[in-house]
């Protein structure tokens, strides 16, 4: 299975919604943190209902990585199409703006999608809209690099608009990232822009929205067997495959356990050191991810 591999989907989300199913004609949006079961979930969903699935995870678009992000596997894709996976090519450039403008025409075509995955900026640009931000330079992306490289996430922190700085994740260096270049380039904060956001192409009140909000001593142990069930499926092999072009920095390189990996085929720390390093970055994710939807999703039905 994808999300939830060798591992069953909780029974509780199960009967949730066996119990009050949502409406068949209607989107469904179902988020949750990292190893939750939301694939297997969405799965059901899929098969019971008649629906398509569309990825809604900013990790699980990168083509290299199949086993060490969680995407569904080949049994499940044969069993329901599962759109905007696996279809982004390291050096491709992706942003939320193209996931946007990908998932526009797939929402018109399966109106009744379900629209899964971790990725909290897709659900909120899909149902509160996105701001039409033009392409940022390379020169200045280059520059931005450089910047966080040698002075720090606080030196490029500092130097944003007090707006822009309460709304994002300040502690997140590729949203800091992204705000320092969108006021680099174009002269205005990133708050500004968001203020001249267009409609939404799909408003939260036209969907189903679930969120799933597991137990956190349960995820954390589902997220530690599952990173050693991806370690017997391949991750490493993944990892290695992508050693020779490696670049910390570059998107793709933000899956999870990758640069643990990474640091362990460089002979600078153990096996075991890596292993544990690796799924204590996941288990924080997941953290960070669970804080971003009980602050951003309230309003969305929770699945325990």
Known sequence: MGDGQDM??????????????????????????????????????????????INADALQVHAMWRVLTARPDAQDCARVPHLLYGMVERGQDWSVGHWLRAVTPLIARHPNAVIVGGTG???RALTEGLAEIPPIPAAIRAEAD???????????????????????????????QRAWEVLRATGRGLADWQADTPPPVLPRAQTTALVMRPQVEWLNA?????????????????????LPVWA?????????????????????????????????????????????????????????
Do not use: C
Request: no cysteine.
């Open 8 to 53: 069953a989907t909780p029974l509780t989300h199960l009967a949730a919604l066996q119990a009050n199913p949502p409406d068949p004609a209607r989107p469904v949006l179902l988020a949750g943190p990292t190893a939750s079961g939301k694939s297997d979930l969405a799965l059901w969903l899929a098969e019971t209902q008649g629906r398509v699935i």
């Open 121 to 123: 900026l897709y659900f």
């Open 146 to 176: 450089a910047l966080l490289a040698e002075q720090g996430l606080e030196r490029m922190r500092d130097r944003l608009d007090p707006a822009t700085l309460a709304g994002i994740d300040p502690q997140n260096p590729a949203r800091v």
């Open 222 to 242: 589902r997220i530690a067997s599952r990173f050693q069930a991806m370690l017997g499926k391949g991750a490493l092999d993944e990892v290695r495959a992508v």
């Open 248 to 304: 910390p920095r570059a998107p793709w390189a933000r899956a999870i356990g990758a640069p643990d990996l990474v640091a362990y085929l460089q002979g600078n720390i153990s096996w075991d050191d890596a292993v544990a390093s690796a799924i204590r970055a996941t288990q924080n994710y997941g953290k960070r991810q669970r804080t971003w939807f009980r602050n951003r999703l309230a309003d969305w039905d929770a699945l325990p």
